[in-house]
C-alpha cells in the first residue's frame, strides 16, 4: 500500500511531532470537514504507531466503508482529500514558521478589507518587531518595504499626504531587498557556471555592482549586501586574495548578523575557494582549509541536521593527515564518528581510521582496519584497494602487493559501473604501480646511478600519459 500511495508515505515520513500535528489539523472543523479524511488518517497513524503496513485498498476500503462494495474511485477521492489537507499543512507549517511575513499578511489583509483599525493596531505590533529582529537579511527588508509601503499609501490617502519619509524608507528597503537576492542568486549561478560550463545572462549586474562601488559607504554595514558582494568577488577575481581575507573577516566578527543560510553560503564559498586555490597548486591554503573546517565544526555551519557527511569527515581527515595533525585529527574521528549517518558510518570511520594509521606509518594497524570496511559499493571497493596497495608497497611486501595488484586489474576490467576511461585510468595506474614494484624489488641489484635511470625513465613514462589514476603518488614513489 505504502508503493501505491504518496500520501502514505508523506505521512510515514513525518516526525512523530508532525504526525500529531497533521492529525490536529485534519480534525479542525475549520480546515476539513470530511469524516472519512479523518478516519483515513487515523487508520495510518494507528498502524504505523504498531509499527504495521497499512492495509492493502481492499482492506482499507472496508474499514472506511464497513460492508459496502469495492469502489476503486471512491476510495480514491477520500485519498486525494487527504493528500490536499497534507499539502495545506505544509503551508501552514512554513508560514507560521516566519512571525514577519505572518504578521504583515494581517496587515496586508486588513487593508485590503478597509479594516484601518485594525490595520493600524498591528501596524504599530509588526514596527516593533521588525524593529528588534536581529537580521537585516532579505526578509527583513521585503517585509520593511511592505510595511512602509501599506502604512504610506494608508496615511498618504487618509490621514497627511505631505509625509514622504515613509516612502523613501520603503524604497530604500525595496532597493535593499532586490540587492541581497540579486547578488545572492549570482553568486550561486556564477559557482554554478564555474563547475558545469553554464551559462547565465545576469542582466544589469555589471551596473549594480558599480553602484556599489562607487558608494561603499552606504553598503558598510548592510553585511548581507557587503557579504554577497564579496563572494561574487571572489569568484570574478580569483587572483585576488583580498575578496577572500574579507570572507574570513565577516565569518570571524559577523556571523552574529547573519541569518543560517547567510552563514552557511559564506562558510562553503570560503571553502570552495580555498579547494580551487589548491588545486591550482596554491599549497598554503591547505592551512586555511583546515582551519576553516574547524571553523565550521565549531559552529556547526558543517553539520546537517546534527550530522556531518562522509565526504566533509574524509576531506578532514585526509587534509589533517597531510598538515601531519595527527592528535587533533584522531580526536575528530572518535568524536565525529557517532555524527556520521548511521548507515555509512562504520565504513566512513574505518577507512579513514586507517588512512590516518598509513599517514602516521602504522601500517600494520591500517591493514587491520581496512579489514573492516566493507565494500558495500565501488568508491569504497576502489578507495580501500588503492590504500592497501599503498600500504603493501611501504611495508615492502612484494608478493601481496603483486597480488593485489593483479585481483583489483581483473576487478577493474569485470566492473560495469565503470565508465571506459575510467577503467583505463586504473589500468594504466596499475600497470605502472607493478613496474615500480619490480623496480624497487630489484633495488638491491642496481648501482645508485642505474636506479636513478629506471625511476626516472618511468617517471617520464607515467608524466607522459593523460589518464593515470592516483598520478601523483605514483610521481611521489618514483623520486630517488
Known sequence: MQQQSKIIRYILA????DRERFQQFVSSPYFNQHEKTQELLEIILANAEQEKSVPEREALFEQLFSEQAYDEQRLHNVMSYLKRLYHRFLAQQFFEAQPLREQLSTLEAAYESNQFEVMTNRARL????????????????????RFNFLVGYYSGGFVDRSKTETFQKMLDHLDRYFLIEKLRHCCHLTANMMQFNTNY??????????????????????????????????LRDEQNPTYYEQMKHILRYHMHQLTK???SDLYKFANNYCIRQINLGNRKYQRELFELYQEGLKTELLLSN???????????????CSLKEFVWTEQFLQEYREKLPPQRRENAYNFNLANLYY???????????????????????????????RTYYA????????????????????????TSTEKKGYTNMLRFARSLVSIQHHADTFSKKALTEKLGALRQKIEATQNVINKQWLLEECQA
Open 261 to 263: 543560510e547567510e552563514g
Open 395 to 418: 611495508l615492502h611486501d612484494t608478493e601481496a602487493l603483486l597480488s593485489l595488484i593483479e585481483t583489483f586489474r581483473i576487478y577493474v576490467i569485470r566492473n560495469k559501473k565503470l
Open 126 to 145: 509588526l514596527e516593533k518587531t521588525i524593529t528588534q529582529y536581529p537580521y537585516q537579511n532579505g526578509d527583513y527588508h521585503f517585509v520593511s518595504y
Open 359 to 389: 599517514n602516521k606509518k602504522m601500517y600494520n594497524e591500517a591493514l587491520e582496519a581496512l579489514r573492516d570496511v566493507q565494500f558495500t559499493d565501488v568508491v569504497y571497493h576502489l578507495n580501500t584497494t588503492f590504500l592497501q596497495l
Open 306 to 320: 546534527g550530522l556531518i557527511s562522509e565526504f566533509d569527515y574524509k576531506n578532514i581527515t585526509t587534509l589533517g
Open 201 to 234: 545572462n545576469f542582466g544589469f549586474l555589471e551596473q549594480l555592482l558599480y553602484y556599489i562601488q562607487e558608494q561603499p559607504e552606504h553598503f558598510e554595514t548592510e553585511i548581507p549586501i557587503k557579504l554577497y558582494y564579496t563572494i561574487l568577488m571572489s
Open 14 to 17: 513525518l516526525s512523530p511531532r
